[in-house]
């Protein structure tokens, strides 16, 4: 029987940050295990409108090596949240307080934690920077 206290978060993660490893490390404090949905290629580029920087491979492969995260899968549609809550049996949703309020209908399923954001940095505004 698994009662380590399991932890999901998601996320691109593209271009990583400062901002990334701040929010995962913050989640895996709250329990004992993190596993992390990277968002594939296609469904960055519908959600967000621009393709990732990176291939999801190597995104995933950057957060995978992280010494807080335990596994690492690809995140298919944002339909599937209850999908993934249930399947990676966690105890905890973590996100972003830029989605504050918006994952509450899964509390039936597993706690819902929003953690604020690091101030003043995205990989929309790396890339920017990068640009000019
Ligand atoms: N995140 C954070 N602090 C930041 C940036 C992101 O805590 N400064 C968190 C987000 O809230 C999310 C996770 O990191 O839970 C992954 O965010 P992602 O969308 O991949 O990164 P952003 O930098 O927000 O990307 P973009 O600029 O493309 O929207």
Request: aromatic share 10%.
């Amino acid at each position: 029987m698994n009662n380590k206290r399991r932890i999901i978060t998601f996320g691109t993660f593209d271009v990583f940050h400062v901002g990334h490893l701040r929010i995962l490390e913050r989640a895996r404090v709250l329990g004992d295990q993190l596993v992390v949905g990277v968002s594939t290629d296609s469904l960055n580029e519908s959600k967000k409108g621009r393709p990732p920087v990176y291939p999801q491979e190597e995104r995933a492969a950057i957060v995978a090596a992280l010494r807080c995260v335990d596994e690492v899968f690809f995140e298919e549609s944002l339909e599937l949240k209850a999908e993934y809550i249930r399947l990676f049996d966690v105890d905890v949703l973590v996100m972003g307080d830029d989605w504050q309020g918006r994952f509450d209908k899964f509390s039936s399923l597993c706690e819902v934690v929003y953690l604020p954001r690091t101030p003043a940095i995205s990989t929309t505004e790396v890339i920017e920077k990068i640009r000019y």
